[in-house]
């Protein structure tokens, strides 16, 4: 019997909060809160990082809510599930060279690169791809041989083995999700992977349940 979660759906000005709204309620377990109030992020069981956009931006709405700080505690002191997806995943990191250097919230030891592809492969990288797991984890085993996914970026995290869970090839290996301890992390966009990604998410949740009760 899964319990249900209240999920923290962070709400700061960087997209795609809708459509992954609709995943989570379709998943159906459990509850959803669009939320940057303190209060609301502190009784939540899960911080879910969306994002579409440009890091540099993105980091500037956190700060201007002071979500940096706010998430930071619930991730690295109350150790929560987290997830950050698509531009929410590259936030994850220390910096990225997006338009700059800028400093992201460092919740991964590692940065996030422009995609320097061979000649033949288009920037941004947009479409299907299939996952190739890098180790075992809880989300992407046993999808079987149509294990695609849906991307639309320009830039990928550079890590450490340790964290990296999937890559897809795309001219080279191209970072698709990573965790450290209780922070995920997908590049893909789930809410746009279909079935594949509607699983993703269901395995995510169990997880997440499992590690708060652990
Ligand atoms: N789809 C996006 O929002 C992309 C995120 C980031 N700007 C990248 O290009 O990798």
Known sequence: MTQSLKVALIDYGMGNLKSIK????????????????????DQADVVFLPGVGAF?????NLRARNLDAILSEQVLVKKKPTIGICLGMQLLFERSAEGG????????PGHVEYLDLPAGFRVPHIGWNDLILEQDNPFFA?????????????????????YLLATVDYGMKVTAAVQ?????????HPEKSQT???????????????????
């Open 22 to 41: 609709n995943v989570i309620a379709h998943i159906g377990e459990h509850e959803v809160l669009l939320t940057a109030d303190p209060v609301e992020i």
């Open 56 to 60: 540099g931006d993105a980091m500037k």
């Open 101 to 108: 250097d800028h400093q992201g919230l460092g919740w991964i």
């Open 142 to 162: 046993g999808l079987g041989a149509d294990s695609n996914f849906y991307f639309v970026h320009s830039y990928h995290a550079i890590c450490d083995p340790q």
């Open 180 to 188: 450290k301890d209780n922070v995920v992390g997908m590049q893909f």
């Open 196 to 214: 594949n990604g509607l699983e993703t998410m269901r395995r995510f949740f169990q997880w997440a349940q499992e590690y708060r009760h652990a």
